[in-house]
């Protein structure tokens, strides 16, 4: 598994444009005061998986939106094996989405779906006769569909890791965020009338952050790094977020210790509508079967 | 033909050596072994394990969501193979002007580290959604043979959940 170098550096100047009057010339790193910092670490990057992403929005001031998850029955029109784990990552998204609001009735359709497009990348092993059958028994419970979910998303990350198809992962990835992006912006009531959600969508920043410096190691492959100058784009977009910083504290209570402080962002009315539509345009690619 | 047959058989051998070499098992297998204890903690997705010489340090970074608490384990999957520390950091931009210039400084803020934890997880909680980075420097044990570390992250729903 190949893992990033920092590249702070391109973030930086992501973070640079926000405000629009800087220019690129005048950004330096300060690099004698960065002399705590392993320059040389390999750091591995990681973003939650949809089911974790979606563990809390049921309890959010949503709308839950079924009708704008992916055509299951589009699953098998894709022939290509990048849009076949791009949407294979957009159909785990909708698995989460749907046990999260314990939707369990169409659950079955979309596993298939899953299996099918799991088979047809290499991960045919993680949807082994028990899988399927587990999906069956537990139909209609929805934690357990949800723990099933979130145990095929894992196995099939390891399995693609084991396999060395990192080209794979990296757009199963893309897709699961996209869709996830796509789901929770539609499960809004309108903007500053979803504050909650409001804020989970800002904290997706730094997901976005991290799922770039994922497909910094694969982006010999055009598609990696054609989406991630979508994720670049998007990052622009988050930019223009009202953010305050304050000293992150750490309390030891009874041997748990809290984090709290740090930055905070808040989502402004045309970050949301920006990201709305930006979201929607790359959504709209990665599901077409062209 | 025998040479053919010799070509075949050493470019398998060398390609096991490299795939036995390239991967470790799962961080909830290093760190959990065989012992299935259940708790109200489940395996979190961004649980990941690498390999590292001693004198090596092995980073990884994840997402703690707001709303959630996290329980952080490291073992290596070979007892003997040396000692562990780790330490969970966040990485702070800050923004300055210096000479006209807007200047960014990254400051590394150590959140919490095992010499504190001693042998036990770390068990954490954040009041908000942030990126933060886990450490593991590997030392003692043989200095050219690498060493399969595993970082488990587990989480749950908090008891309060802040929404």
């Not at chain 1, 804020?199 to 010999?220: H, P, T």
């Given at each position: 598994m190949r893992?990033?170098?920092?590249?702070?550096?391109g973030?930086l100047?992501?973070?640079?444009?926000c405000?629009g009057?800087d220019?690129?010339?005048?950004?330096v790193?300060d690099?004698?005061?960065?002399?705590n910092?392993?320059?040389?670490?390999?750091?591995?990057?990681?973003?939650?998986s949809?089911s974790?992403?979606f563990?809390?929005?049921?309890?959010?001031?949503?709308v839950?939106?079924?009708?704008i998850m992916?055509?299951p029955?589009m699953?098998?029109?894709y022939?290509?094996?990048?849009?076949?784990?791009?949407n294979f990552?957009?159909?785990t998204a909708?698995v989460a989405?749907l046990t999260s609001f314990?939707?369990?009735?169409k659950?079955?359709t979309?596993?298939?779906?899953?299996?099918?497009l799991g088979?047809d990348i290499g991960?045919?092993?993680?949807?082994?006769k028990?899988l399927g059958?587990?999906?069956?028994?537990?139909d209609?419970n929805?934690?357990s569909l949800f723990r099933?979910?979130?145990?095929?998303?894992?196995?099939?990350?390891?399995?693609?890791?084991?396999i060395?198809?990192g080209?794979e992962l990296?757009?199963m990835l893309?897709?699961?965020?996209?869709e996830?992006?796509h789901l929770?912006?539609?499960s809004s009531?309108?903007?500053g009338?979803?504050?909650?959600?409001e804020?989970a969508?800002?904290d997706?920043k730094l997901?976005?952050?991290?799922?770039?410096e994922?497909?910094?190691?694969?982006?010999?492959?055009a598609?990696?790094?054609n989406?991630?100058k979508e994720i670049s784009?998007?990052?622009?977009?988050y930019n223009?977020?009202?953010?305050s910083?304050s000293?992150?504290?750490?309390?030891?209570?009874n041997?748990?210790?809290n984090?709290?402080?740090?930055?905070?962002?808040?989502?402004?009315?045309k970050?949301?509508?920006?990201?709305?539509k930006?979201?929607?345009a790359v959504?709209?690619k990665?599901i077409?079967?062209? | 033909?025998?040479?053919?047959?010799?070509t075949?058989?050493?470019?398998?051998?060398?390609?096991?050596v490299?795939?036995s070499?390239?991967?470790c098992?799962?961080?909830?297998?290093?760190v959990?072994g065989?012992?299935?204890?259940?708790d109200?903690?489940?395996v979190?997705?961004?649980?990941?394990?690498?390999?590292i010489?001693s004198?090596?340090t092995y980073?990884m970074?994840?997402?703690a969501?707001?709303?959630?608490?996290?329980r952080?384990?490291s073992k290596?999957?070979?007892?003997?193979?040396?000692?562990i520390?780790?330490?969970?950091?966040?990485l702070?931009?800050e923004k300055k002007?210096?000479d006209?210039?807007?200047?960014?400084?990254?400051?590394?803020?150590?959140?919490a580290?095992?010499?504190?934890a001693?042998?036990d997880?770390?068990e954490?909680?954040?009041?908000?959604?942030?990126?933060?980075?886990?450490?593991?420097t590997?030392?003692?044990?043989?200095?050219?043979k690498?060493?399969c570390v595993?970082i488990?992250?587990?989480?749950?729903?908090?008891t309060?959940?802040?929404?």
């Amino acid at each position: 598994m190949r893992k990033s170098l920092y590249l702070f550096t391109g973030l930086l100047l992501l973070l640079s444009s926000c405000g629009g009057t800087d220019t690129k010339n005048d950004i330096v790193l300060d690099e004698k005061e960065e002399s705590n910092l392993n320059q040389d670490a390999l750091v591995n990057f990681n973003i939650p998986s949809p089911s974790e992403q979606f563990a809390l929005i049921a309890k959010m001031d949503v709308v839950k939106n079924t009708s704008i998850m992916h055509d299951p029955e589009m699953a098998d029109r894709y022939t290509t094996s990048s849009q076949k784990a791009l949407n294979f990552g957009v159909y785990t998204a909708d698995v989460a989405y749907l046990t999260s609001f314990n939707e369990t009735n169409k659950y079955l359709t979309y596993f298939g779906k899953l299996e099918k497009l799991g088979n047809d990348i290499g991960v045919a092993q993680v949807f082994g006769k028990q899988l399927g059958e587990l999906a069956k028994k537990w139909d209609g419970n929805a934690d357990s569909l949800f723990r099933l979910s979130d145990e095929t998303y894992n196995k099939t990350f390891q399995r693609l890791i084991e396999i060395e198809k990192g080209d794979e992962l990296s757009l199963m990835l893309v897709g699961g965020w996209f869709e996830s992006m796509h789901l929770m912006i539609g499960s809004s009531k309108g903007y500053g009338k979803s504050p909650k959600l409001e804020k989970a969508i800002a904290d997706q920043k730094l997901v976005a952050e991290n799922l770039l410096e994922f497909l910094v190691s694969y982006k010999d492959n055009a598609e990696i790094e054609n989406y991630s100058k979508e994720i670049s784009s998007i990052l622009k977009i988050y930019n223009e977020m009202d953010c305050s910083s304050s000293e992150t504290k750490v309390e030891n209570a009874n041997g748990k210790l809290n984090f709290t402080g740090g930055e905070e962002c808040n989502m402004t009315e045309k970050c949301f509508n920006d990201l709305k539509k930006r979201v929607e345009a790359v959504r709209t690619k990665i599901i077409a079967n062209n | 033909m025998y040479l053919t047959m010799k070509t075949i058989l050493l470019t398998c051998l060398v390609l096991l050596v490299s795939i036995s070499n390239a991967q470790c098992p799962t961080a909830e297998s290093i760190v959990k072994g065989k012992t299935k204890t259940k708790d109200a903690y489940g395996v979190n997705s961004q649980s990941r394990a690498g390999s590292i010489k001693s004198g090596e340090t092995y980073e990884m970074s994840f997402i703690a969501q707001e709303g959630m608490d996290y329980r952080l384990s490291s073992k290596l999957a070979n007892a003997a193979g040396g000692t562990i520390e780790f330490e969970i950091y966040e990485l702070i931009v800050e923004k300055k002007m210096v000479d006209g210039k807007e200047t960014y400084k990254r400051t590394k803020h150590v959140l919490a580290t095992s010499a504190q934890a001693g042998s036990d997880p770390i068990e954490f909680t954040t009041d908000k959604t942030r990126k933060v980075f886990v450490a593991v420097t590997l030392s003692g044990g043989d200095l050219k043979k690498p060493q399969c570390v595993g970082i488990l992250v587990e989480d749950k729903k908090s008891t309060k959940l802040g929404f």
